[in-house]
């Protein structure tokens, strides 16, 4: 795993599945009530599976998860509440608001939302962003995007042998 913190974003460059996975429980740490996560990608670049490694991080139970394409929104009990919705099949903004998801932004729990860019102006302002790009079979790119304090925690629940980027 590479790690690469900047002023407005958090690059890391993931090798695995189980990379992604630490990924997904070190941001589960930092998740507060009220969080809104737009997840962006191509097909199969992984969302589903950063998805779930957070909601398990937040302690949902392993498993759980499903991919949300065809019920659209799902919605898991864990530390918070969890709700995970997959927008790929939605068309318009009035599809969207129709989940009932905006309602749940300034709740109790953390939305967790695939294909989010589709309808990125219905996300608050103060949403994380976490862009997936394929680089390989199994290698991923991922770009966090967040308040410079909430990138800077993540970062430093990852493991990485750099000692002098722990300190920045």
Known sequence: MQI??????????LASEAETEQIGHASAGVIEPGTV?????????GKTRLSRAIAEGLGVAPGAIASPTFLLIH????????????C????????????G???DFEGPGVCLIEWA?????????????????????????????ARPSILKQIADRLPFSDQAFRNR
């Open 4 to 13: 690469h913190l900047n002023a407005d974003s958090l690059i890391i460059e």
């Open 37 to 45: 996560i737009g997840l962006v990608g191509p097909l199969g670049a």
């Open 75 to 86: 919605e898991y009990a864990g530390r918070l509440p969890v709700f995970h919705a997959d």
């Open 88 to 99: 790929y099949r939605l068309h318009d903004p009035e599809e969207f608001d129709s989940l």
């Open 101 to 103: 998801i905006v309602d």
């Open 117 to 145: 860019d589709r309808f990125a102006d219905r996300l608050p302002a103060t949403s994380w962003w976490l862009d997936l790009q394929p680089t390989g079979v199994e290698s991923r790119r991922l770009v966090i995007r």
